[in-house]
């Protein structure tokens, strides 16, 4: 499943971030590219522990925690701490899949990478070029949200970043380890999260909504690794 979660940040929060940012030392992405992956990654990036990089990632994970959606999606687990990227003057990353397991950095645990995570520090107009494309059955999907919005789609996907060619495209990526790994049970259950909440919003009283409910947890207590 492929979901786009808007306003993940306010505007006064994606400036002060994106502030931080254009005044930030950056370096070579390939620091946190796997083999494969560091053939075809060409960008900038903050590296790990970057005292930036820990201060902005902590606002980014305040806020998924306030989203409903967020979390109905994702169903988080484990969330591996944001990182930062930048694309500029022909910067692209090329098709690629993310790691299976990553290691959170000084000390950290290992999680599943499940689900990834891009979210926009740079408005569609600031850049040309610069789409993720995310593959799945149904065909490529090119994303180019918002600053502020974020994209949360299957970590399994071949995905890539297409080349910025004027301006530059700032966001941060990340991925979580999810309590229910299969992406299939995960929509599932996300569909039934968002009629059930349809349901309460539109007939409260419907003698249905408690059922659905209940159907709900005995689905995440069957499917969910806590």
């Not at 786009?4 to 994106?18: A, F, G, K, N």
């Not at 007939?203 to 069957?222: A, K, Q, V, W």
Request: net charge negative.
């Amino acid at each position: 499943m492929m979901i786009s979660i808007p306003d993940v940040l306010t505007p006064e929060q994606v400036r002060q971030c994106r502030a931080a940012l254009d005044a930030a030392d950056w370096v070579d992405g390939k620091i946190t590219a796997g083999f494969q992956s560091g053939k075809v990654k060409e960008n900038s990036q903050l590296p790990e522990g970057h005292p930036v990089a820990q201060q902005l990632g902590q606002v980014i994970l305040d806020a998924l925690s306030k989203s409903l959606l967020f979390m109905s999606a994702a169903l988080p687990a484990r969330v591996f701490p944001p990182l930062f990227n930048r694309y500029a003057g022909g910067q692209h990353f090329g098709p690629h899949v993310d790691n299976a397991i990553r290691q959170v950095p000084f000390g950290g645990p290992r999680i599943r990478t499940d689900l990834s995570c891009t979210l926009f520090f740079s408005d569609p107009d600031e850049y040309e070029g610069g789409e993720l494309v995310v593959e799945d059955l149904y065909g490529h999907h090119a994303v180019k949200l918002p600053a502020g919005h974020m994209v949360l789609y299957p970590s399994s996907s071949l995905h890539h970043v297409r080349p910025v060619t004027a301006g530059a495209r700032v966001a941060s990526f990340f991925w979580l380890q999810s309590m229910v790994r299969d992406d299939g049970e995960r929509r599932t259950l996300f569909d039934m999260d968002m009629a059930i909440l349809a349901l309460n919003k539109d007939m409260p009283d419907h003698p249905g909504i408690l059922s659905l409910t209940n159907t709900y947890h005995n689905l995440l207590r069957r499917w969910a690794e806590v």
